[in-house]
């Protein structure tokens, strides 16, 4: 009973997980920077990932769940364009190591994120970044805000600024050499960079927001994702969209995440996860089933003859009761020739002991001793111990020497 009652509390419990995830609280669209390309909210990046099919072939765009260095290790392109959109993108040194060898193998590499690993940028362009990270959202800070990007050299039309209605654009990259700059925010700091690495190219650009589905909806916006995709000189053997590092939770200034937050963004740790919980609800649920009571275990019966014949040897013991005594071994030892030899033993005479000695292949002078002993015990009012015991020595003797 007290089963039943636990599995349906759990039941309850998660449909109410459920019921709470599945709804807006504030019947508004969730502001979670997820920059997942499925992902339809305002911060996703389903408008980008739906305009990038649009302008390259639907066919050669590859959805990466791996890290890089995974993924590096599984392809050997040479003229490919990788896209990561995320929030933060810290590396560690063999994806590091990876995103540099895809590069300097003539690939492009596109990233757009507030927090880029510094060591990958002291590597490639030799910059650094400053972010203005929100965290506790004041809707006071927000503002209309804008990017805009360089001018085509080829192009005669000015390029005009992208603008949208949140909090401002000021993230930026602190270089020295401006032709790298293909790109500003409202300060008209850089945002948006470019530089050679090897046979190939990096862009970096900090300012992932304004490729989220909000951004792009808003006017002509959507021109800003188009115009910063003609950035890269040719149309790319392949195309790789990252579906992997935008879902890599950190541990940032001002915020913290859980320790199963961390551990889900792994998909094995993540699968052995669900795995370990399926298991253990079908274990509650066929637990809550009523089950059979033990049976107990049922002992032999033991065989207590001999305790039973000591106890009573010890009985007669103790009352001294030896003609009783003589009498019951006298006759269990004619039973026993009765039995075992087929004789009567009512008429004890020279024949029978001959026939008893032949059979039993016991000498006729032991036979014919015992039988006098018998005889002499039968005609004796009292009987000794001593009797008793010779008595007893003898019959054991004679079933010793018996075929």
């Not at 540099?100 to 690939?107: E, R």
């Not at 490639?124 to 804008?146: F, G, L």
Request: charged share 20%; glycine share 4%; with cysteine.
């Amino acid at each position: 009973m007290l089963q039943r009652i636990i599995t349906y509390c759990l039941f309850v419990f998660f449909t109410l997980v459920l019921l709470v995830s599945c709804t807006d609280k504030n019947g508004i669209p969730s502001l979670r920077e997820t920059f997942s390309k499925n992902d339809r909210n305002p911060f996703g990046t389903f408008v980008a990932y739906k305009e990038v099919l649009h302008l390259f072939s639907g066919d050669s765009i590859v959805t990466e769940k791996k890290d890089f260095k995974r993924v590096w290790a599984d392809i050997s392109d040479t003229a490919s364009l990788y896209i990561i959109i995320s929030r933060h993108l810290y590396l560690d040194s063999e994806e590091r190591s990876s995103m540099l060898a895809y590069v300097s193998s003539g690939n492009s590499l596109f990233i757009s994120s507030e927090n880029i690993d510094q060591t990958l940028l002291d590597t490639s362009v030799h910059c650094s970044m400053k972010n203005e990270e929100v965290y506790d959202n004041d809707v006071a800070d927000m503002c209309y805000t804008t990017v805009k990007l360089q001018n085509d050299p080829y192009d005669a039309i000015d390029t005009m600024p992208c603008g949208y209605f949140y909090y401002p654009s000021s993230n930026k990259f602190s270089l020295s050499n401006s032709y790298n700059i293909l790109g500003t925010n409202e300060k008209g700091e850089p945002d948006f960079i470019m530089t050679n690495y090897g046979r190939g190219r990096f862009y970096f650009h900090c300012e992932p927001r304004v490729l989220g589905n909000y951004f792009l909806l808003q006017k002509d916006n959507y021109t800003y994702w188009q115009k910063l995709l003609s950035f890269i000189p040719q149309t790319p053997q392949n195309i790789y969209w990252d579906d992997f590092y935008n879902k890599r939770n950190y541990p940032v200034e001002g915020r913290t995440i859980s320790t199963l937050t961390y551990m889900l963004q792994f998909p094995p740790l993540a699968w052995a996860f669900w795995l370990l919980l399926f298991l253990l609800i079908v274990y509650i649920l066929l637990g809550g089933k009523r089950r059979q009571r033990v049976i107990n275990v049922i002992a032999p019966n033991k065989n207590t003859t001999v305790a039973f014949a000591e106890t009573i040897g010890r009985l007669y013991l103790q009352k001294k009761d030896n003609r009783n005594i003589a009498d019951k071994i006298i006759n269990y030892f004619y039973e026993q020739i009765r039995n075992q030899y087929f004789l009567n033993t009512n008429h004890i005479n020279d024949d029978f002991i001959t026939t008893l000695s032949r059979k039993s292949n016991v000498s006729k002078e032991a036979v014919e001793k015992l039988f006098n002993q018998i005889s002499d015990i039968q005609q004796t009012g009292k009987i000794k111990d001593q009797q008793l015991l010779s008595l007893n020595q003898q019959i054991e003797n004679f079933n010793k020497n018996k075929i």
